[in-house]
Nanobody, 121 residues
Framework: QVQLVESGGGLVQAGGSLRLSCVAS????????AGWYRQAPGKQRELVAT???????NYADSVKGRFTISWNNAKNTVYLQMNNVKPDDTAVYYC???????????????WGQGTQVTVSS
């Protein structure tokens, strides 16, 4: 059974840095695309960053220039490097990953359980 195991969350001061990691476990250990989402109190879950198997990335405007998403070589771990964090970055961060499951391009989608990031002023 595939699971996404997240780590790296915690408390950090504004202006500091944090790196989140998301590791695939179980039989399926590589993915075609991955991303990070976050949900702050009182807000809906929002996209933070995505990365394709080819390395193409996209970022939310609110984090562009500060956060970096990346793969390891095996495409079974995705990272989110968070630099110059702001109090507005406080949220539960969720790792996601997808794998193409048939020739028509249907995808299975997996989610981590979330890791809390709190940025203090």
């Amino acid at each position: 059974q595939v699971q996404l195991v997240e780590s790296g969350g915690g408390l950090v001061q504004a202006g500091g840095s944090l790196r989140l990691s998301c590791v695939a476990s179980g039989r399926l250990r590589s993915f075609d695309d991955a991303g990070w989402y976050r949900q702050a109190p009182g807000k809906q879950r929002e996209l933070v960053a995505t990365i394709s198997s080819g390395g193409s990335t996209n970022y939310a405007d609110s984090v562009k220039g500060r956060f970096t998403i990346s793969w390891n070589n095996a495409k079974n771990t995705v990272y989110l490097q968070m630099n110059n964090v702001k109090p507005d970055d406080t949220a539960v961060y969720y790792c996601s990953a997808e794998r193409v499951i048939n020739v028509e391009g249907a995808r299975a989608h997996y989610w981590g359980q979330g890791t809390q990031v709190t940025v203090s002023s």
